[in-house]
């Protein structure tokens, strides 16, 4: 029950690391496949090395993750400056990954730290094409076969979640939802560390990559380009139609740093409507009609600090029941009644485990709900797989919402 946060600072502390380096260490480490040993702990307590990345075999680098950008277009110049010093690029839905290639091997890792090679047999060939030393950051997509960037013929997430549900992948589909690599970052090239160089310069080497490298399952995630905000934000209305979220705002000069932070260069994500924050599952409540006899309408929670706040905690702000399918609902009533902690009536409270992007259509200041915040016509829009409990949103996130 130990957060992985408060792992990797005490971690740090006990050995004088820099967190980071610490956290960089520990990506991989619980994986349900790992077994810890006296010999892996050493080393994540051993001096820095230079060359230490060497050493990683397939481990990949923390990710690094952007901020939501709520401000209104009239303030994006005194807040951001000319949109020449960012890299924009479509905000995909998909699933966030690391690609790593070394020694001969492939590696596919998913944002929550899971290896998940095994579930994309697209990617496999990229062992024979990729270079050693090479690590790639981007987004898996189902794509449309024969689809180019230019077209962004990406398909819906739904489509994608059906094969992350899967034990099996049949022919049909793999045929049905083929998926490709929109690569949009470069963290390691010919076996050496690139996150400390510019945004700008591991795009360029991103770009060469893949025209020396023709890598069939990789796309190069598309620039976008405009005189000033105001035509950008009439681009980004394409979003919707295009099948993605919004844009990315990457300052050029940025590093690849570790988690939501901005020590080290700055990510927004510029989302569309309609709102959405990532909650926690914390209580629930069996449903009507056909779903009486499950366990179908949530209250939703986020965290009440930043991470890294000691003693954070959960506050409820939201209730849902609408926006996934009969056998999500099933899987998520199995997990309820496994995780149940107490049940007061017909409620009942749980460990949180799950976490879920809500997306909802207006939001308020209210006086009778604990956290402060009301909001209107919550669903849930995707059941996060991907995504720990600690990188739920937290108040903050509604209260930049609210302005």
Known sequence: ?????????????????????????????????????????????????????????????????????????????????????????????????????????????????????????????????????????????????????ADLAVQPFALLQQRIGRKTLGKKLLGDAPVVLQAYDLLEWQGEDWRSRPQYQRRRQLELLLEHYPLAPVLLSPLLEGPDWADLARQRERSRSLGVEGFMLKQREALYGVGRTKDMGTWWKWKIDPFSVDAVLIYAQRGHGRRASLYSDYTFAVWDAPAGTPGRALVPFAKAYSGLTDEEMRKVDAIIRKTTVETFGPVRSVTPTLVFELGFEGIALSRRHKSGIAVRFPRMLRWRLDKPVDEADDLATLQALLA
């Not at 600072?9 to 980071?20: I, S, V």
């Not at 690609?99 to 998940?116: F, N, Y």
């Not at 990229?126 to 090479?134: I, S």
């Open 1 to 149: 029950g130990v957060s992985k946060l408060l792992v990797t600072r005490a971690l740090a502390q006990l050995a004088g690391l820099d967190a980071k380096r610490v956290a960089q260490r520990l990506v991989g480490y619980t994986d349900i496949s790992h077994r810890p040993t006296a010999a892996s702990y050493q080393q994540l307590v051993a001096p820095e090395s230079a060359d230490e990345h060497r050493q990683r075999g397939g481990q990949p680098y923390p990710f690094f993750l952007a901020h939501p950008l709520q401000a209104p277009i009239e303030q994006f110049d005194a807040l951001l400056g000319p949109p020449g010093d960012w890299q924009i690029e479509w905000k995909w839905d998909g699933i966030r990954a690391q690609v790593v290639k070394r020694e001969g091997q492939l590696w596919v890792w998913s944002r929550g730290e899971e290896l998940v090679t095994d579930r994309f047999p697209e990617l496999h060939s990229l062992a024979q094409t990729l270079p050693d030393g090479v690590v790639l950051d981007g987004e898996i997509l189902v794509w449309k076969p024969g689809a180019t960037a």
